[in-house]
């Protein structure tokens, strides 16, 4: 029986990029598994809900659409997908974010390196080759701060990433439910920080691939509330949590 993988893609007003996302997605290369394809839209208020049924309808038995009843937040979001994806029984769930900074080619990629490392999850990182991150048009100051920041992580945690702030991961998500309580993890921007320290601290592993990010002015840029918040929560969850 093949194993049943969700490609999750949450979105929140980027419906202008939407299609790009899923004509990325290449179900050949993942013809070893059983794929749908949840699209779950944050309550966009665009015509994401529009574009999101288009797609459905010319694939109705991969692709499902999901438009939350309230704004769950980013987190939020995530969170009902990998509920969606447990209670269907799904082994691996990837999150893909809408807005197309992060490619779902390194999908196969993930998948490999998921089996090989018999980790918790894999991360697509930017930051092992940094003049590639910047040809691909990341801004200097997002470079700077995600350099500053993950050795900071580092420090605090004691770890070797090369990445700590990727919005493109895949999760074991039979490892995920034993280990990690998502009560304790915000709905906000934040989560994917919070998972890893989580992750972290109870010793389960996050292998990494390198990928080649898409920049533009979207949402998703390193703003400097974040960084701030990333640092004030990288600490306290370490000495005081």
Known sequence: MKEKLLIFIITYKASYRLNNVYKKIDLKKLKKYNVKILISDDISGDDTEIIAKKIVKKNKKKVFFKLNKYNLHYGGNIKSCINYASKNKFKYAVMIHGDDQYSPIYIPAMLNKIKKDNSTCVCGVKMNNKRKALKAKMPLYK????????????????????????????????????????????????????????????????SEIPIIATYSDERSSLHLFYAIKFLLETIYRKYFN
């Open 143 to 206: 470079l700077i701060g995600n350099i500053v920041l993950t050795k900071i992580f580092n420090f605090v945690f004691k770890t070797k990433f090369s990445d700590c702030h990727t919005g493109l991961w895949l999760y074991n998500l039979r490892k995920l439910n034993k280990n990690i309580n998502f009560k304790k993890i915000t709905n906000g921007y934040n989560f994917d920080n919070q998972l890893r320290i989580e992750l972290v601290k109870k010793k389960l592993s996050i």
